[in-house]
């Protein structure tokens, strides 16, 4: 009886490349422990049919191109698949992973041991537990849908990079974000003390494949040796966008075991303080006028005045930006308006991802 480990990619790679030599089952690709990664791809695999189960699967993935590793160990105990590069097209899925229990290709004795789904693009490392000497494991990698990933995979004794698995604490913390800062508060209590020896915060950015690690935070004790409970970390944005804050906890032996917090914020820039909109009012003396400040998104009126031009020198009207725009908002409409005739000129602006005001012709 042998046991087999499906890994499923989820995603797809533009660069191209033929098919791999494991896509057929007789020429499994050996994992010898705690070597060197072999580097390979999903795309161009083809399936199998006759050596994996849909009835089986079908609530937790679909075949599409898979390919055959094998390893055998000589002592039971644990180890880890060490996964680590991938470079695939979609950003929002990761590793799919099946262990199944039976001989190769007779799925009739099959038997679920586990099945994960949607494992994110860092490099991660999945625990595998009581394993057993002189077994043949069989590892399946396939492309989820058509998606092509490239990736390296390793067998090992030690685990590399996050872990699939991460244990949630009860803590109390706060992400707060005021414009371009984003505060991050978390507090503990005394037991986390026999279990955790620091903090990290991570960060990514929606078009980023992996998360950023941006800063160690120690965790700290007092003269009495217990621990402090209040933490707290700021971190400046410098650009638009959707980001990602993860705060971790590190075990003794410098592992990530303990995901404690996760929020997503949206930074749109800051508006240029100085930026101005001048607006030429090419109207005779004495004519009765209406501006509009307009906020074409949120479909509100922002400001409205109306006025008699007195003279030549009031013909140049000058608006600033910054009373109008907040960080929330990304265009901007003025209308000048003839009271008398109900002529109405409208000006469009928008706001770009640096805070830049653009006027739109």
Partial sequence: ???????????????????????????????????????????????????????????????????????????????????????????????????IEGSPCLTSTYKIKKCLAKIHQNDLFIKLDSLKQGIDYLLNVDGFLGDYCEFDIQLATEPDGFPLEMHSMNIQSVITQKEHVVNLKWTVDE???????????????????????????????????????????????????????????IDYDGKYNYNLAQKTIHFRGEINKSAEAVIHLNYSIGTPLQIIVFDP???????????????????KLTLSFSEYISVSQRRIDIVEQNMRTKKRIVHHYSVSSNGEVIPLH
């Fill in 191 to 249: 037991s986390l003390s026999d279990v955790m020896n620091e903090f990290e915060v991570w960060r990514k950015e929606k078009s980023d494949k992996k998360y950023k690690r941006i800063a160690g935070v120690p965790l700290n004790r007092n003269t009495y040796g217990s621990i402090m409970k209040n933490y707290e970390y700021t971190d400046t944005l410098k650009k638009s966008g959707e980001y990602t804050y993860q705060i971790m906890g």
């Fill in 297 to 315: 998104v949120l479909g509100v009126v922002l400001k409205d005045s109306t006025f008699t031009l007195e003279s030549k020198m009031h013909q």
């Fill in 1 to 99: 009886m042998r046991y087999l480990l499906f890994f499923f990619a989820c995603f797809n790679v533009a660069n191209s490349c033929a098919q791999v030599v494991n896509n057929d089952i007789n020429q499994l690709q050996k994992l010898n422990l705690d070597s060197t990664a072999k580097h390979s791809t999903t795309k161009q695999s083809t399936v199998q049919w006759s050596c994996v189960s849909k009835a089986l699967t079908e609530k937790c993935l679909v075949y599409h191109n898979d390919q055959w590793f094998t390893f055998q160990l000589t002592k039971s105990g644990t180890y880890y698949l060490n996964f680590s590069n991938q470079l695939c097209r979609d950003d929002n899925h990761g590793l799919q992973v099946l262990l």
